[in-house]
């Protein structure tokens, strides 16, 4: 469990990953969100624990899932988002004034906000490869419908985070590089059994294709990007790092 009247730990560089937490929680449509579901680790970082209440669209088909610019903007509070339980901030689906957890005004703080920062370039820079071959190596039958879900999501993600001024601000500084680096290094590394995701006659060029990926996020300055959701097949895997607007 994350610990209560201990807020202050999640802004002082006590309690980390919070934001990385919270926006990862939001990309998977988690809906319930609440201690015994997210914790700490031995190192004081937030993990999210339990995901049976993930990819909610797929149940809640009349309830709202868009990630909007609003949305990033407001978190870690929900108003255009449906969320059954969050952080104490809503219990039962009704909004709570303040939570046992977490400060008021968390969302203005730097740590909380380049955590989230952090997060979404991670998703954005998911190569659909990866995400594909992830999905089949644990959903090997009937994962089209994740594939599909996980890759709309994060074009939409990357088009709300492209109107948040903190988000620009992110992608030009040297920690944007970084965690980008970070993330090639785990999507390189990650193995299913002792195969790897990505193979490693493949690798050179994806990396190139996430760098030049990011250094076009860098300079765009806020522009909402055309990102068609790509045709998914089992036989032609393509990068989408540089996505094509024909």
């Known amino acids: 469990n994350l610990p209560c009247q201990q807020s202050e730990n999640f802004i002082n560089g006590s309690f980390t990953g919070l934001g990385q937490a919270l926006l990862t929680a939001l990309f ?9 579901n997210i914790g700490l680790d031995k190192n004081n970082r937030v993990i999210k624990i339990d995901g049976d209440y993930c990819f909610s669209e797929f149940y809640y088909h009349k309830k709202n ?3 909007t610019p609003n949305t990033l903007a407001n978190l870690p509070n929900l108003k255009d988002y ?9 219990i039962n689906e009704k909004d709570k004034l303040t939570s046992q957890i977490i400060p008021a005004d968390i969302g203005k703080k730097p740590q909380f906000r380049d955590e989230i920062n952090q997060a979404i370039v991670k998703i954005c820079l998911l190569p659909d490869e990866f995400i594909e071959r992830f999905v089949d190596a644990y959903i090997p039958a009937g994962g089209e419908r994740f594939i599909k879900l996980i890759t709309k999501r994060r074009n939409q993600l990357l088009s709300s985070a492209l109107q948040n001024e903190s988000f620009n601000d992110y992608l030009k500084k040297p920690q944007a590089l970084s965690d980008s680096k970070a993330l090639w290094a785990h999507i390189k590394s990650f193995q299913t059994g002792k195969s790897f995701i990505i193979a490693p006659d493949k690798q050179a060029s994806l990396e190139q294709a996430l760098t030049q990926r990011l250094t076009l996020l860098s300079l765009s300055d806020g522009i909402k990007p055309v990102l068609p959701t790509p045709v998914i097949t089992k036989t032609n895997h393509r990068s989408p790092l540089i996505h094509s607007t024909e």
């Open 28 to 36: 998977l449509e988690e809906i319930d969100l609440k201690n015994g």
């Open 65 to 67: 899932f868009n990630i």
């Open 82 to 90: 449906y969320v059954f339980n969050w952080l104490y901030l809503i």
